[in-house]
């Protein structure tokens, strides 16, 4: 159950985001405006150029990566969304820090986010395999890297954010040997599912030595629910939950299509799902650490969402509260100061939808009425907060 949900939560989004901006010692600094994007080719779409960077710090260096080669997505099942992931190597001979990144959207018109994660030298040859065994550049991941358990988040991106800078004292690391596995989420809405754009994506590495005192960081995942039924005067076959959740299936697969009836065991203790438009889900710390910042996620029927620590209680505090959520505004705010977290403390993420919005955004305006569960597509929707912590006690 713990791994399914990771798994569907690397959605994103799961998606999935960083803080950005210029940092102080401890935390994430607030999210920078996404920079104009500039006219490409009709074929490569707009290239979004990379805004300027901070400065490096004491022991920092830059490092680019890109895809291998340029990549044609095609959306599978009659869908407009295709998540593909791609092995990049950033040629590491030593240990190293992740202290802040940049992705590089070569055509920003059909990416709409993208995810990194770490795979130790041992999680390669999966890698490869994975990429050996699928036609073209890259291979299917819907969910995650696609490559098992040996694949750690460490970076994300999504419409406005840009630069992520941590702390001078925190970083992600990256052993000797490891690479990268880059899932892109590329949505074809704009061209009603057809495929012919090309992309060939990158990202700049803000990389850091080793020193005294360096906290590793983690990011923790915390779905929720997603159950919002169909508006007064809507109907169609897939108001029908069943039926909608059947479709999820089809478009991505049993693993993402089976999260519906995860999250609900996992957040409602298997009791029968209750359509409405907030949901909720609380998670139990399992392991003492420092919280910097904290994002959330969802998609386009998104209205608001907050996570919250200890709630109830009279320790309760809240880490996050975006009372309008803005799609376009995904970046993760960090902490006026770091929270310390013990074993039995507990995240509550919650999250309201509205779906009178499908009417309104010319995004959805075309699709069928549905029931929306949990689901990777932009039409669908997820509720996903995003925790970067380091434990306690672990530094170089």
Not at 43 to 48: L, V
Not at 323 to 337: E, H, I, M, S, V
Request: proline share 10%.
């Amino acid at each position: 159950m713990r791994r399914l949900i990771m798994t569907t939560a690397a959605l994103a989004a799961t998606i999935l985001v960083g803080a950005c901006g210029t940092s102080g010692a401890h935390s994430a600094p607030p999210a920078a405006p996404a920079a104009p994007a500039s006219s490409g080719s009709a074929h490569a779409g707009h290239s979004r150029s990379a805004p300027p960077a901070a400065p490096l710090r004491p022991g920092e260096r830059f490092l680019t990566v890109t895809m291998p080669k340029p990549y044609t997505p095609v959306a599978p099942s009659g869908g407009t969304d295709e998540y593909r992931c791609f092995l990049v190597d950033p040629g590491l001979t030593g240990t190293a820090y992740l202290t802040g990144s940049q992705f590089l959207p070569q055509n920003a018109d059909i990416v709409h986010h993208a995810i990194f994660f770490r795979v130790d030298p041992a999680g390669v040859a999966a890698a490869r395999k994975a990429d050996a065994a699928t036609p073209d550049e890259g291979w299917t991941c819907f969910g995650g890297a696609g490559v098992g358990d040996s694949a750690t988040w460490v970076a994300a991106w999504a419409p406005g954010t840009n630069e992520t800078l941590l702390g001078t004292d925190v970083g992600y690391p990256m052993p000797a040997g490891s690479q990268l596995v880059m899932q892109v989420h590329y949505n074809l809405l704009a061209t009603n599912g057809k495929s012919g754009a090309t992309d060939q994506s990158g990202i700049r590495l803000r990389l850091a030595d080793p020193a005294p005192g360096m906290r590793p960081l983690r990011t923790e995942l915390l779905p929720a629910p997603v159950e919002l039924p169909c508006a007064a005067g809507e109907s169609g076959p897939l108001c029908d939950r069943t039926a909608a959740v059947a479709d999820v299936t089809r478009r991505f697969g049993t693993e993402i299509g089976s999260a519906a009836a995860s999250l609900n065991e996992l957040c409602n203790h298997g009791a029968p799902p209750v359509p409405g438009t907030t949901q909720h889900c609380d998670h139990k710390v399992r392991q003492a650490g420092t919280v910097y910042a904290v994002a959330g996620h969802m998609h386009l029927l998104g209205h608001s969402i907050k996570v919250e620590l200890n709630p109830g209680t009279p320790r309760a505090q809240t880490l996050l509260d975006v009372p309008l959520y803005d799609f376009d505004d995904q970046g993760a705010r960090p902490l006026p100061k770091p929270v310390a977290v013990q074993p039995g403390d507990t995240y509550r993420v919650t999250c309201v939808h509205d779906v009178s919005l499908r009417k309104q955004l010319p995004q959805l305006r075309s699709l069928p009425a549905r029931y929306v569960v949990w689901g990777d597509g932009t039409s669908d929707e997820m509720c996903l907060g995003l925790v970067t912590w380091s434990p306690a006690g672990q530094s170089t």
